[in-house]
């Protein structure tokens, strides 16, 4: 008898729905672990101990999310996000031993959506891997029920329907990530959201402690559109600053 399984938050999911997470981590306990939770979550698991093997594994599965540790042999998760995300775009969820904003920073500049710092528990782990996925499928109805007309604010054009993002006429190119917090900041110009209010309605995730995981991607985000963009509010939040009219 086929069996149904159901996630974290209650809502059932057959076998056919079933997800595929690509694990990559070259320590056996953390991958063991990792597999096992997301297995009991009732996702589909395969694991990679090196970074040839992942961007292997990686092309012959098609797996729907990749977990993916920076510090790996043969070649780092870098190296191995830049080939994957060049095959086809995949959700990332970067794990570091180091609380290194550098190596945050070029994570997501090489194409990964959020990152976990070690030791992290494998229930905050479990939750971030079903609200990327969550991302995914809502970009998805976003992009077959396109929001008429492009937002222009000065120099910024956001296309909704085509999830992009030009500066200048120039496209940038953003992660899913990236442009939903964008959007975000957008959808009310030049007021402050705090990094609560933003971690809430981007990442779905109510837990403070991942407020460092919005400053991340804010830096990214400047980096691409523009720092004099985003305004720091500082013991508040961000702002999306716009031309005075």
């Known amino acids: 008898m086929e069996q149904t399984h159901t996630s974290h938050n209650g809502t059932a999911a057959s076998p056919g729905a079933q997800r595929r997470v690509l694990v990559v981590e ?3 306990t953390i991958v063991d672990a990792i597999a096992a939770r997301l297995r009991a979550e009732g996702f589909l698991v395969q694991t990679a101990g090196d970074g040839p093997s992942a961007v292997d594994t990686a092309e012959a599965w098609q797996p729907d999310l990749l977990i993916l540790d920076i510090m790996l042999p043969g070649f780092d998760g ?19 031993a180091r609380d290194d904003e ?8 090489v194409g990964a959506d959020d990152y ?3 030791p992290f528990s494998m229930r905050e782990l479990a939750a971030r891997v079903h609200v990327l996925l969550r991302r995914v499928e809502r970009a998805a109805i976003a ?7 492009i937002l222009r604010l000065g120099e910024l054009e956001i296309d909704h329907a085509q999830r992009r993002v030009r500066v200048r006429s120039e496209d940038v190119h953003l992660t899913p990530t990236e442009f ?7 959808n009310t ?6 990094r609560e209010q933003l971690l809430a309605e981007v990442w779905d995730w109510a837990d403070a402690s991942g407020t460092r995981t919005v400053d991340s ?10 720092a004099e963009r985003i305004r720091t509010v500082h013991g508040v939040g961000y702002a999306l600053e716009t031309p005075t009219p």
């Open 189 to 194: 110009p030049r007021a402050v959201l705090s």
């Open 143 to 149: 992009a077959s029920t396109p929001r008429s007309g």
């Open 217 to 226: 991607h804010i830096k990214a985000l400047r980096r691409k559109i523009g």
């Open 116 to 118: 976990m710092t070690k």
């Open 78 to 96: 870098l190296e191995v996000c830049r080939r994957v995300q060049a095959q086809r775009p995949v959700p990332v969820l970067m794990l570091t």
């Open 180 to 186: 939903d917090l964008l959007v975000c900041l957008a």
């Open 102 to 109: 550098t190596d945050m920073l070029v994570g997501l500049g």
């Open 26 to 28: 070259d320590d056996p």
